[in-house]
């Protein structure tokens, strides 16, 4: 794989300079409700999950998802990792398994799709991806899921492969530039 020494650099300084696995095993929910498995690089601290509930007073999102600006539980390496989204870079596996595809609605978790309105659920009636529209419209400006659910569902219901080719050529300078 061509991402190969990249890849290498990332594991070896996450782990000298965080405790715990390099990989973080991410539970997702994809088309048509079908839980999977997918990995990213490790961001946060260990015990990220746990501390999370702590944390939902703080969630800066409207909805069924969680961010917060400054979030504690992110390593100093972390950080950099998802400001140019090189965290979830190897979810090229995920695609290869054909569990993800390279454009699409961002997977959910089972937790946030508990919490999703009925019509939120459209977003999974296709394969999720790694990038989409929410990543190259402004992800971290976007505060209401509801917002975030209308750009997946436009997607959706405008998808062709020049939209794919778009949202990808849209995303090499998003991932550049770290917005």
């Known amino acids: 794989c061509i991402f190969s020494p990249v890849y290498l650099i990332i594991v070896v300084v996450i782990k000298l300079t965080s405790n715990g696995p390099v990989l973080y095993k991410w539970n997702v929910v994809g088309k048509n ?6 990995w990213k690089f490790r961001t946060m601290e260990e015990d990220a999950d746990s501390i999370k509930i702590k ?10 998802v969680f961010k917060i600006k400054n979030d504690p539980r992110i390593t100093k390496v972390g950080k950099y990792l998802r400001k140019y989204s090189l ?17 699409g609605p961002r997977p959910a978790g089972p937790i946030e799709l508990d919490n999703y ?4 659920k459209r977003r999974l009636s296709v394969i999720p991806g790694i990038t989409g529209p929410w990543q ?4 971290n400006k976007i505060n209401h ?11 959706i219901d405008n998808w062709s492969l020049g939209l794919d080719i778009i949202i990808l050529l849209k ?9």
């Open 171 to 179: 995303t090499i300078p998003a991932a550049f530039k770290g917005t």
């Open 55 to 64: 944390l939902n007073d703080k969630n800066e999102m409207v909805g069924p």
């Open 117 to 120: 309105k009925e019509w939120q």
């Open 145 to 155: 899921f509801d917002d975030w659910v209308k750009l997946d569902l436009e997607y």
């Open 87 to 103: 965290d979830e870079s190897i979810q090229f596996f995920s695609v290869i398994k054909g569990d993800m595809s390279l454009v």
């Open 136 to 139: 190259v419209s402004g992800r």
């Open 33 to 38: 409700g079908v839980h999977f498995k997918s």
